[in-house]
């Protein structure tokens, strides 16, 4: 479509949003709006609107809600105790844009305005698929004919610029009444991003965390208060919208003024809910990330993992534990935890990566964020003993360790079903688990060190 059939449909959407403000005259205007947003695109949206009632059945338009709401799960109440009844309710999304203006007018005249010249044409538009058609008076096919597009006063009465809910309800009484309105929405959704700072021995680190929030509903919304809730919630409707039939009445009552600068995090129900203690801004279109906690030199290991079976690439993981002792101690929502150290010149330079799950306090966390380049191992199996109900097996693993000064140990894990036992290790082990056997190998700078292992499995 040419430049100036597009500027001609710009200045059309502009007279649309006049038409749209006078439709939308009796709607609620937003006092107050509430955000609680789970993982996995879900929200729930409370919010406080002033309606100005009339006694006996009238139409109520709201704007500015979700593209994404879901129709089946609004709720309506009056916490003052006004009479009423709700009759209907339309939800409207299919919102104007160029092709949806356009077919609206197949098979119909308009005109096409030519600013060099002045002159306009009268034509028939005949498609608006992979282009525009038309035809003039003189029956010519035009394709893509230049000129700015008019179209008929009146013809976008009945377009949306914006989704909007609408309801026919009737009243007992008239006057200014505070409405409760709810409903769930997709189109907001949250994650936890983590930033982990070594120090320069990889002993101790300090922690940021972020919540990073994405509006993608179709709306703003302004000044809202904001809860978070992480864990993994079974998404059936019916009982969802039970839910917010008993918990609206009490919404009034939550909604003070908020002071305060982050998060504050509570146990609820088999969940965790963070509340951020202030109001917020959350545009339309944006992602918006707000500080969750911050922790400074707790400590923690730098491990070196290696498979004592298959072999393979020798690990690398962070390892801390999530408790208070250490300055942790806030359940941490599952997120994506990027670890970053400082070189010789001091300069932070990121060293690896790694999601998390949700973790509760106390609990161990341990990150893997790469490979060693220098430490290297080999895994061999050396024999195979069937034993009739049973079997051994027999491993040699050959760790080594180009660091020229430094000293590494190297934890080797070999996981072995069944009912198993240990017939000889060259080195010291124990049994992490009833399927790990576990070494922790110490291989010296510019060294190796060799571990053989066999093992016994009983069929019972």
Request: net charge negative; with cysteine; proline share 3%.
């Amino acid at each position: 479509m040419n430049s100036k059939l597009m500027a001609g449909l710009l200045a059309m959407s502009c007279m649309l949003l006049q038409v749209q403000s006078v439709y939308a005259a009796n709607a609620g205007e937003v006092e107050d709006v509430h955000l609680t947003v789970y993982n996995g695109n879900l929200s729930l949206i409370r919010e406080l609107r002033s309606f100005e009632l009339s006694q006996g059945t009238q139409d109520l338009v709201l704007e500015d809600v979700s593209g994404q709401l879901n129709p089946s799960s609004v709720h309506l109440a009056f916490p003052d105790g006004a009479e009423f009844e709700l009759l209907e309710q339309n939800y409207d999304y299919d919102l104007v844009n160029t092709s949806k203006l356009l077919e609206r007018f197949i098979g119909r005249e308009l005109t096409l305005h030519n600013d060099y010249d002045g002159t306009s044409l009268r034509v028939t538009l005949l498609s608006t698929s992979g282009g525009t058609v038309v035809r003039d008076a003189s029956g010519q096919i035009l394709l893509n004919p230049p000129g700015r597009v008019i179209l008929p006063a009146g013809s976008a009465d009945e377009l949306l610029l914006r989704p909007t809910l609408s309801w026919k309800l009737w009243s007992a009484g008239a006057g200014r009444r505070l409405g409760e309105i709810s409903y769930l929405s997709g189109g907001l959704d949250w994650n936890a991003d983590y930033v982990l700072m070594l120090n320069a021995d990889d002993t101790a680190a300090d922690l940021e965390g972020w919540v990073t929030l994405t509006n993608n509903s179709g709306t703003t919304y302004k000044d809202a208060h904001l809860k978070l809730v992480a864990g993994d919630v079974n998404r059936v409707r019916e009982q969802m919208k039970y839910k917010l039939g008993m918990e609206i009445n009490d919404m009034t009552s939550s909604m003070s003024d908020l002071r305060g600068g982050g998060f504050q995090e509570e146990s609820f129900f088999e969940y965790h809910l963070y509340d951020l203690e202030r109001p917020t801004t959350i545009r339309n279109s944006q992602q918006k990330q707000i500080g969750l906690l911050t922790a400074s030199g707790f400590p923690v290991a730098k491990k070196f993992l290696f498979n004592g079976q298959n072999g393979g690439d020798v690990r690398v993981a962070v390892e801390f534990t999530n408790e208070e002792e250490q300055g942790l101690g806030m359940p941490l929502p599952a997120g994506v935890l990027r670890v970053f150290k400082a070189d010789s010149k001091g300069q932070a330079q990121f060293v690896g990566e790694d999601r998390i799950d949700h973790t509760p306090r106390d609990e161990d966390l341990s990150v893997y964020i790469g490979n060693a380049f220098d430490i290297v191992g080999e895994a061999i199996q050396t024999e195979y003993t069937d034993i009739g109900r049973g079997y051994t097996q027999s491993y040699k693993v050959v760790l080594k360790n180009h660091k020229e000064s430094e000293d590494v140990v190297v934890t080797v894990r070999a996981y072995i079903g069944g009912d198993w036992s240990m017939d000889n290790s060259s080195l010291p082990w124990n049994k992490a688990d009833a399927t790990t056997a576990e070494w922790e190998v110490p291989v010296p700078a510019d060294g190796e060190t060799e571990l053989t292992y066999t093992y016994r499995v009983v069929w019972r």
